[in-house]
């Protein structure tokens, strides 16, 4: 058996498409703003296709970038700003922040209805009690996304999510759950984890790992979405072994190609969103 590929780049393009054509209706250009401090590269390259990606839909985007040593006052003033200006929509702090910042402190001073990265406490309260006005980080919700459209209702499904990060493993629980699958999470200290994931319909590798998931971690047929982004002597590379899993899986995401380009996104539907409403409360 070969696993059938999920083309997370195609269905990308396919819902970045159907944004286009939701944002040609509005009045104005959604707007997000984008903040980055200091000068890592991958969040430089990120933030870049993220503009790109805005402004290809029909939405506005800045980069404030801001210089490495700048002060918490000073990324707080900036998002006060921004908080305050009725031509933004959408807010995100790009990680990973320098380290004498506190990202959790930051992040807490976007506006709850500006959040699009639904990661501050508020929104993580939202969807982790199954309140519909949550918004729901892009990542998270680019799984979901691409699960429903493969394998339409996943009730009772059983998954397995590897890891429990703020930003992928905890969101995608909550996610799953309102959506009545059957969730474990695991994480570092769990025991016997291929015995688990062996267990799954489906199952979420976001350990950061390369190529940890093997196909004897997989039952015959089940679902495999590969968060992981690493590198092996330069080369891209997901926390699954592909060319193993593909084997016995009956679904599986690749990287690249799989659920980066949702994310991505995501972050746009979330900004239009954002933007809506916005627009339906004034
Ligand atoms: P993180 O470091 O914050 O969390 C990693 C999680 O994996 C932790 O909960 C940890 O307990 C768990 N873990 C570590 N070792 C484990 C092991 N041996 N077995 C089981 N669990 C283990 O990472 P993160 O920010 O959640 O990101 C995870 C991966 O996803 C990274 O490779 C990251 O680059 C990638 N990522 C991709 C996207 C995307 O858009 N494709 C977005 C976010 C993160």
Redesign the pocket.
């Not at 976001?206 to 790992?209: D, S, V």
């Given at each position: 058996m070969t696993a059938q590929i999920i083309d997370g780049k195609l269905m990308a393009q396919n819902l970045r498409k159907e944004l286009a054509e939701e944002v040609k209706k509005l009045n104005k250009q959604p707007h997000l703003a984008v903040i980055l401090v200091g000068n890592d590269e991958a969040s430089i390259i990120y933030d870049r296709n993220k503009k790109k990606a805005a402004e290809d839909i029909g939405m506005t985007c800045d980069i404030h970038h801001l210089p490495e040593e700048s002060s918490e006052e000073e990324v707080i003033s900036l998002i006060n700003e921004l908080n305050n200006d009725n031509n933004v929509n959408g807010i995100i702090v790009q990680m990973p922040l320098p380290k004498h910042l506190d990202s959790n402190k930051i992040i807490e001073q976007i506006q709850a209805n500006k959040d699009v990265d639904g990661f501050g406490f508020y929104n993580m309260g939202l969807l982790h009690s199954n309140n519909k006005n949550a918004f729901i980080a892009a990542?998270p919700q680019g799984v979901f996304y691409m699960l429903q459209k493969t394998l339409g209702d996943l009730s009772g499904l059983h998954t397995v999510i590897?890891?429990?990060?703020n930003?992928?493993?905890r969101p995608l629980a909550s996610l799953l759950l309102n959506n009545h699958c059957t969730v474990t999470v695991?994480?570092?200290k769990?025991k016997n984890?291929p015995e688990l994931t062996k267990q799954a319909d489906i199952v979420v590798a976001?350990?950061?790992?390369a190529k940890?998931v093997k196909k004897d971690w997989i039952k015959n047929g089940a679902t495999v979405i590969d968060?992981?982004?690493?590198r092996i002597d330069g080369k891209l590379c997901g926390?699954v072994d592909f060319e193993d899993v593909k084997e016995v899986a009956g679904f599986i995401t690749p990287v690249p190609g799989g659920?980066?380009p949702m994310?991505v996104a995501m972050l746009m539907n979330n900004t239009l969103l954002a933007y809506i409403k916005q627009n339906t409360s004034l």
């Open positions: 990542t590897i890891g429990r990060s930003i992928v493993g695991t994480h570092s769990t984890l976001a350990c950061g790992i940890i968060v992981g982004i690493n926390d659920v980066g994310t």
